[in-house]
């Protein structure tokens, strides 16, 4: 989406028309005229000048165009704070025509909107007349308000019926439906990205994420894998990204099958990081099985006395006391910290010894 750089007019109708020139005073007339024609050439100085040599009448017609003749002369030296104000004044004074009126609320909208001033330029746009210039500026502010609600509606006006649309506007459309959660139309955008840049490792990428926030695994996967068919590489950080995600939206489970999907299909590399971390996201999971049978398959190929001891935590979740307390003597036995060998040994000693109990109360 473009940004606004914002341009003067000097063309615009700075002093009042000459058929109404008989209803001011003649030396108002004529500061009007000299101002406008030293801001024409650019004599900045001179034109102010001009403008402070009279002075007219409060509540005045006159003081309505010195105020409007000064807005656009500070607009001109990018002086937009002061424009906005003498704009304002002259915009609310009762004094200027309809036609001045139009002109003054639409450059008022573009002043506001340049300074950041969102909802007072949105206020000014609602009266004014509808153009992709104007549908661009609101689209913008409620943008800048953090209201995409507003902001996408309007945009898929400004896009309906275009032969040929700009990329930053596919990935504004991408991104808004993202945030709004309306994932559907988010990839359809997407795939319009995508078949402009086929070969873009990010475009791919970028569908792949859309579809697991909308928890669609199988077809995150499938477009990675279609990627990877077509000779796109993909980093490992890359990949692990999309990993991050879906653990970081708070479903585990999803990244613990993107995870298994990518390692069996290739798409990632097989190292004792990628086995450490499938058998975290199990946990995370509650999907103690698939966890204990990942740390089992750890401890057996490093021998570290971490992977038992995560072993024996999981097999005592799962109220497996024998196996358990299995794991955690060969945690003991290859380094892995006594003490908690010893809590969790005690913990399911513990339970294995109250169950016995509970049998003997219940064959008596």
């Given at each position: 989406?473009?940004?606004?750089?914002?341009?003067?007019?000097?063309?615009?109708?700075?002093?009042?028309?000459?058929?109404?020139?008989?209803?001011?005073?003649?030396?108002?007339?004529?500061?009007?005229?000299?101002?406008?024609?030293?801001?024409?050439?650019?004599?900045?100085?001179?034109?102010?000048?001009?403008?402070?040599?009279?002075?007219?009448?409060?509540?005045?017609?006159?003081?309505?165009?010195?105020?409007?003749?000064?807005?656009?002369?500070?607009?001109?030296?990018?002086?937009?704070?002061?424009?906005?104000?003498?704009?304002?004044?002259?915009?609310?004074?009762?004094?200027?025509?309809?036609?001045?009126?139009?002109?003054?609320?639409?450059?008022?909208?573009?002043?506001?909107?340049?300074?950041?001033?969102?909802?007072?330029?949105?206020?000014?746009?609602?009266?004014?007349?509808?153009?992709?210039?104007?549908?661009?500026?609101?689209?913008?502010?409620?943008?800048?308000?953090?209201?995409?609600?507003?902001?996408?509606?309007?945009?898929?006006?400004?896009?309906?019926?275009?032969?040929?649309?700009?990329?930053?506007?596919l990935q504004f459309m991408v991104g808004?439906?993202?945030?709004?959660?309306?994932?559907?139309?988010?990839?359809?955008?997407?795939?319009?990205?995508?078949?402009?840049?086929?070969?873009?490792?990010?475009?791919?990428?970028?569908?792949?994420?859309?579809?697991?926030?909308?928890?669609?695994?199988?077809?995150?996967?499938?477009?990675?894998?279609?990627?990877?068919?077509?000779?796109?590489?993909?980093?490992?950080?890359?990949?692990?990204?999309?990993?991050?995600?879906?653990?970081?939206?708070?479903q585990p489970w999803q990244a613990a099958?993107?995870?298994?999907?990518?390692?069996?299909?290739?798409?990632?590399?097989?190292?004792?990081?990628?086995?450490?971390?499938?058998?975290?996201?199990?946990?995370?999971?509650?999907?103690?099985?698939?966890?204990?049978?990942?740390?089992?398959?750890?401890?057996?190929?490093?021998?570290?006395?971490?992977?038992?001891?995560?072993?024996?935590?999981?097999?005592?979740?799962?109220?497996?006391?024998?196996?358990?307390?299995?794991?955690?003597?060969?945690?003991?036995?290859?380094?892995?910290?006594?003490?908690?060998?010893?809590?969790?040994?005690?913990?399911?000693?513990?339970?294995?010894?109250?169950?016995?109990?509970?049998?003997?109360?219940?064959?008596?």
């Open positions: 989406m473009r940004r606004w750089f914002l341009a003067v007019s000097i063309s615009a109708a700075l002093v009042a028309p000459l058929a109404a020139a008989q209803s001011i005073a003649p030396d108002v007339f004529r500061a009007l005229q000299s101002s406008q024609v030293a801001q024409q050439a650019g004599k900045f100085a001179q034109a102010e000048q001009a403008l402070q040599a009279v002075k007219p009448k409060a509540g005045s017609l006159e003081q309505t165009l010195i105020w409007r003749s000064q807005g656009y002369l500070f607009w001109a030296q990018g002086k937009n704070t002061a424009a906005i104000k003498v704009l304002t004044q002259a915009f609310n004074s009762g004094q200027l025509t309809d036609e001045q009126l139009t002109e003054d609320r639409l450059n008022l909208a573009k002043l506001n909107f340049a300074a950041k001033n969102y909802q007072q330029a949105l206020t000014y746009l609602q009266k004014t007349a509808q153009s992709n210039e104007v549908l661009e500026m609101q689209i913008e502010a409620w943008q800048g308000l953090g209201r995409l609600d507003q902001a996408l509606p309007l945009a898929e006006r400004y896009l309906k019926g275009k032969s040929r649309i700009e990329d930053n506007w808004a439906n993202a945030e709004l959660k309306r994932y559907a139309e988010a990839q359809g955008w997407q795939k319009r990205i995508l078949q402009r840049s086929p070969d873009s490792v990010n475009a791919w990428k970028q569908l792949a994420a859309l579809q697991q926030m909308a928890n669609q695994n199988t077809k995150a996967l499938a477009t990675l894998r279609t990627a990877y068919s077509k000779g796109i590489e993909f980093k490992q950080s890359d990949l692990d990204s999309l990993i991050a995600l879906a653990s970081a939206s708070g099958r993107l995870l298994a999907g990518m390692l069996s299909n290739g798409l990632m590399q097989t190292s004792l990081a990628t086995q450490e971390r499938l058998a975290q996201l199990h946990w995370q999971a509650r999907d103690y099985p698939s966890a204990a049978k990942q740390y089992r398959q750890l401890a057996q190929q490093t021998g570290k006395g971490q992977h038992w001891l995560s072993l024996a935590q999981l097999e005592i979740q799962q109220g497996r006391w024998r196996a358990g307390l299995q794991a955690l003597n060969a945690a003991e036995k290859t380094g892995a910290n006594s003490q908690q060998v010893k809590n969790w040994r005690d913990w399911a000693q513990s339970r294995i010894d109250l169950e016995k109990q509970i049998n003997r109360i219940a064959n008596k």
